[in-house]
């Protein structure tokens, strides 16, 4: 029970990284606000992922991109917890088309697209968590390996996960002591955004793992439940990685 009475919100959690982190934070004995867009097709998985947290969970619908529908969202976090101590920004826009994208087929409205979820919606996040914190709580952001070493897939999510690790390191030292900010780097983690792979690609990139497999949104939860809890309590500022040790060849 490493979270015992703390109030958590996770963006984007209704599936995937962030739905394994909701679940395993209210587990862990934290009250856990579970955001997702709306619509019929995240409802399902939003009451699984309420079901998997034992009843120590309730949605938030909001829209990161969107300032007005954040700031909704905190507002109701406000009335049914009474303020934040932890805050992971796991909503990021996946969508296949802009992945395997040739250069001369990439446009501004593509990069506009995925900033405003992964980039701008951290930040107003983290703008409207900040308020409702006390000393001691954390914000954990999320950002990828090609953000730090370069690929050659995933041009705008990688630029945009890049501007993350920078606010994240911004953050820490503008915020500290009373909040730490702290961002987990991924590598290959085996979520839906691995069917977009063909076979081939598939294989190449299993290869280029030392571990020689994809990682787990189990593995990537528990991250971030070492980065929220008070075991890191002398962390802040820092991009840890988990990718199988895929950056450090």
Same mark, same amino acid.
């Given at each position: 029970?490493?979270?015992?009475?703390?109030? +958590?919100?996770?963006?984007?959690?209704?599936?995937?990284?962030?739905?394994? #982190? &909701?679940?395993?934070? %209210?587990?862990? /004995?934290? !009250?856990?606000?579970?955001?997702?867009?709306?619509?019929?097709?995240?409802?399902?998985?939003?009451?699984?992922?309420?079901?998997?947290?034992?009843?120590?969970?309730?949605?938030?619908?909001?829209?990161?991109?969107?300032?007005?529908?954040?700031?909704?969202?905190?507002?109701?976090?406000?009335?049914?917890?009474?303020?934040?101590?932890?805050?992971?920004?796991?909503?990021?826009?996946?969508?296949?088309?802009?992945?395997?994208?040739?250069?001369?087929?990439?446009?501004?409205?593509?990069?506009?697209?995925?900033?405003?979820?992964?980039?701008?919606?951290?930040?107003?996040?983290?703008?409207? +968590?900040?308020?409702?914190?006390?000393?001691?709580?954390?914000?954990?952001? #999320? &950002?990828?390996?090609? %953000?730090?070493? /370069?690929? !050659?897939?995933?041009?705008?999510?990688?630029?945009?996960?890049?501007?993350?690790?920078?606010?994240?390191?911004?953050?820490?030292?503008?915020?500290?002591?009373?909040?730490?900010?702290?961002?987990?780097?991924?590598?290959?983690?085996?979520?839906?955004?691995?069917?977009?792979?063909?076979?081939?690609?598939?294989?190449?990139?299993?290869?280029?793992?030392?571990?020689?497999?994809?990682?787990?949104?189990?593995?990537?939860?528990?991250?971030?439940?070492?980065?929220?809890?008070?075991?890191?309590?002398?962390?802040?500022?820092?991009?840890?990685?988990?990718?199988?040790?895929?950056?450090?060849?």
């Amino acid at each position: 029970m490493r979270l015992e009475g703390k109030r +958590a919100l996770v963006t984007g959690s209704s599936q995937g990284i962030g739905a394994e #982190v &909701a679940r395993l934070f %209210a587990r862990e /004995g934290a !009250t856990v606000a579970v955001n997702h867009r709306g619509g019929p097709p995240h409802r399902e998985a939003v009451l699984r992922t309420i079901e998997g947290a034992g009843g120590n969970a309730f949605v938030v619908h909001a829209d990161v991109s969107d300032s007005s529908s954040v700031d909704a969202m905190f507002e109701e976090v406000r009335r049914k917890l009474g303020g934040l101590d932890i805050l992971v920004n796991a909503a990021g826009l996946a969508d296949p088309k802009l992945w395997n994208l040739r250069l001369e087929d990439t446009t501004l409205e593509m990069w506009k697209r995925v900033f405003a979820v992964d980039t701008f919606g951290t930040f107003l996040c983290v703008r409207g +968590a900040v308020r409702l914190m006390k000393q001691g709580s954390s914000i954990v952001n #999320v &950002a990828s390996i090609p %953000a730090l070493v /370069g690929d !050659t897939d995933g041009l705008i999510y990688a630029s945009a996960k890049g501007a993350v690790v920078s606010m994240t390191k911004m953050l820490a030292k503008m915020l500290a002591p009373k909040v730490r900010v702290n961002c987990m780097a991924f590598g290959s983690i085996e979520t839906a955004w691995v069917e977009w792979l063909g076979r081939e690609q598939r294989r190449s990139y299993v290869g280029a793992i030392p571990m020689g497999r994809f990682g787990k949104p189990s593995e990537a939860a528990s991250l971030a439940l070492f980065l929220a809890s008070e075991e890191s309590s002398f962390i802040t500022g820092q991009v840890v990685s988990l990718d199988g040790g895929e950056a450090a060849r």
